[in-house]
């Protein structure tokens, strides 16, 4: 018997790259929103965003909660929020993001203790223990 595999696509896959400027109104942290970093164990990952301000010269916008991979090239994974926004300040505009939309999280499996059956069991015999 051969089963067929179902090959599973590879994160890389989804990786999107855009090239944003947001004019004279000061620094990138002020226009969008950095999030997450090494010191809490997260990647950085962007936030609140204006996107009246913000221009797309190349690819398409980010979206709320997609992890940032590189600026201009640079790897920001594993760096702290601050050392992330150094990175992104040492750059003039516009500036090349990489990014990619986070994975779902499975919900996790039922325990056994949920289980109807397991619920039934445990209705009886806190019921013999009432009498």
């Not at 997450?36 to 965003?49: N, S, T």
């Not at 797309?56 to 594993?78: A, F, I, M, Q, R």
């Amino acid at each position: 018997m051969s089963r067929t595999l179902k090959k599973k696509k590879h994160w890389s896959g989804k990786v999107v790259e855009c090239a944003v400027s947001w004019g004279n109104l000061g620094d990138f942290g002020t226009v969008v929103e950095v999030l997450g970093g090494a010191e809490l164990g997260q990647f950085p990952y962007l936030g609140q965003m204006k996107l009246d301000v913000l221009v797309c010269h190349v690819g398409k916008l980010p979206y709320y909660g997609d992890v940032l991979l590189e600026v201009n090239g640079t790897p920001v994974s594993g760096l702290t929020n601050r050392d992330t926004l150094a990175v992104i300040r040492h750059f003039r505009e516009p500036i090349r993001l990489k990014t990619v939309k986070p994975a779902r999280i499975a919900a996790p499996c039922p325990s056994a203790s949920s289980s109807p059956k397991m619920l039934a069991a445990t209705s009886k015999h806190s019921d013999n223990n009432v009498q």
